[in-house]
């Protein structure tokens, strides 16, 4: 209890022990992939260690302190590869359960599996999509090998499995397998229609119950966006040289601007859909698109449920909406929709605007650079003023309901 004092600010130290995360990741240095998941991680373990710099890599052995868990990023931070070592890392800030994401073969897997026709990164990996999408799928395929090990250690640390199918049967078959081995999460990609169908289809509806039966949330993390920019151009220009990037996200204002469209679309659509009106009890989390924009998504798509309400002489939306979605748009998203922050937004300002205190939930990503060294004094310093209650969402309640019981 010592040790958790030391690195939770006071006014956290309520919820401290009960503390639930929704993004955090492994952070594997490629130097020993092939060791962890066998021959198919050879081909890109060799592209990254290609790559300056090249660190010898010594070992999960920095102590766990406060020190080291907050100040230390990468493969070297404590817990990045010993999952036994997470779980005291976890203790030490009060986390009782945290979502697990790949950084490693897992993540250059969707990212290779979902990659659009001509994409540069994929050509690395075969001369057509076919080819390099399915050597994404191998990897993705083992890292959840990988996964299932995971999950039998601790039930603390909730696995998400990355998930694809070219059809619909072929995604609910891949999303059984990941259920059946104790994944505690499914991430598919959200830059195309999933099994080749619209979110809001009813084709998906088997999929969306297998999941809610499960108690098992749909995750929408960074690095799945597909083919929904199918160009990268838009960013070609010196203007946009010189920022800061990493695997995962880049700094440069064109990106920051646009990163939180594909799943913007994909949770707008499966709103106008009625898919939660289908399945009350599916829960989706979008992780590390930014949150500024869920407030804005659920104010938008009232004022066309507010339209078709309209009592005017000419309803000119002819009342569809009002007729398909029983509730407002915004009251699905506080049921049903769970987003992520960023440490550095200003999500005091948000709550302000929109509310949807139900909707924003904690995140360290641990051991991400991104995730900051400060993220509980930046979080406490936006939403202290709202309260304990909202305090108690955010850090615990919200994100619960992702997390089999």
């Keep these: 209890m010592e040790a958790v004092s030391a690195c939770v ?34 081909p890109i373990a060799d592209l990254i260690k290609s790559q300056p710099p090249r660190p010898n890599h010594a070992g999960d052995v920095l102590p766990i302190e ?45 990212q290779l599996a979902t990659a659009e026709a001509n994409s540069p990164m994929g050509k690395l990996f075969g001369d057509t999509p076919e080819e390099y999408r399915a050597y994404g799928r191998r990897l993705v395929d083992a890292h959840v090998e990988w996964l299932k090990g995971v999950a039998r250690k601790s039930s603390r640390m909730k696995v998400v499995a990355p998930v694809y199918g070219d059809t619909v049967s072929e995604l609910i ?25 619209s979110p809001a289809h009813s084709d998906l509806d088997p999929f969306y119950a297998m999941l809610a039966e499960a108690k098992v949330g749909l995750h929408f993390h960074i690095g ?20 800061k990037w990493t695997q995962e996200i880049s700094l ?16 707008a659509t499966m709103v106008t859909g009625a898919v939660f009106d289908r399945h009350p009890e599916l829960y989706v989390c979008s992780q590390e698109h930014t949150a500024h924009w869920i407030g804005p998504l659920a104010h938008l798509l009232d004022i ?14 002819g009342g569809v909406m009002r007729r398909k979605l029983p509730m407002l748009p915004s009251e699905y998203i ?10 550095f937004e200003p999500v005091g300002d948000y709550l302000d605007k929109y509310g949807l205190e139900e909707v924003y939930c904690f995140a360290s990503d641990y051991p991400h650079v991104e995730g900051g060294s400060d993220f509980y004094g930046k979080f406490v310093a936006q939403i202290e003023r709202f309260g304990p209650a909202v305090m108690e969402k955010f850090f615990v309640t919200n994100a619960e309901v992702l997390f089999p019981s």
Excluded at 224 to 242: D, I, M, Q, V
Excluded at 252 to 267: I, K, R, T
Excluded at 304 to 317: F, G, V
Aim: net charge negative.
């Design 66 to 110: 406060p020190e080291t868990i907050y100040k230390v990023k990468g493969p070297v931070a404590p817990g990045a590869v010993d999952i036994d070592r997470r779980l005291e890392v976890m203790d030490m800030m009060g986390i009782k359960s945290q979502l697990l994401f790949p950084t490693s073969i897992g993540l250059w897997g969707i």
């Design 304 to 317: 066309w449920h507010h339209n078709n309400h309209s009592l005017h002489e000419k309803e000119y939306m």
């Design 9 to 42: 600010p006071e006014v956290v130290k309520p919820y401290a022990g009960r503390i639930v995360d929704v993004d955090s990741h492994e952070m594997f240095p490629a130097q020993i992939w092939e060791d962890v998941f066998g021959d198919i991680a050879k």
């Design 224 to 243: 799945g966006a597909g083919s929904f920019l199918r160009t990268h151009e838009w960013k070609n220009a010196p203007a946009f040289e010189g920022y």
């Design 173 to 197: 078959a891949n999303t059984k397998k990941a259920l059946d081995a104790g994944m505690a999460g499914v991430w598919i990609g959200n830059g195309d229609p999933p099994g080749g169908v």
């Design 252 to 267: 440069d204002p064109w990106w920051l601007s646009v990163v939180h469209l594909a799943v913007q679309n994909f949770v």
């Design 334 to 343: 506080r049921r049903n929709v769970r987003v992520m922050p960023f440490d």
